[in-house]
């Protein structure tokens, strides 16, 4: 079984900034690209930004600049760093990674529970 669990997620002002972190547990032979993803109130999911192993990054148009995504391969673990939050950021930041669990397996995508943002004054 493989997990994705994000962690950094809270309450903070308008123009402050967040660092949020993803890590992947359990039966995992390789992790491939890893990324993030976000849904606010009433909106659908879309993606954010990825990184694949090499360190490669694309981000959506809204997201260059003000947000940064970073890995660690060591540590199975996604970042993503958001400064000058906005009120239109607020919303639930999933994290995905492409993982391989077995050699030979094919990579199938897996998704985090999610962590809450809220930029508010």
């Known amino acids: 079984q493989v997990q994705l669990v994000e962690s950094g997620g809270g309450l903070v002002q308008p123009g402050g900034s967040l660092r949020l972190s993803c890590a992947a547990s359990g039966s995992i032979f390789s992790i491939g690209a890893m990324g993030w993803g976000r849904q606010a109130p009433g909106k659908e999911r879309e993606l954010v930004a990825s990184i694949d192993t090499g360190g490669s990054t694309n981000y959506r148009e809204f997201a260059k600049g003000r947000f940064t995504i970073s890995r660690d391969n060591a540590k199975n673990t996604v970042y993503l760093q958001i400064n000058s939050l906005e009120p239109e950021d607020t919303a639930v930041y999933y994290c995905?990674?492409?993982?391989?669990?077995?050699?030979?397996?094919?990579?199938?995508?897996?998704w985090g529970q999610g962590t809450l943002v809220t930029v508010s004054s």
């Open positions: 995905h990674a492409a993982i391989k669990r077995r050699w030979g397996d094919r990579y199938l995508e897996h």
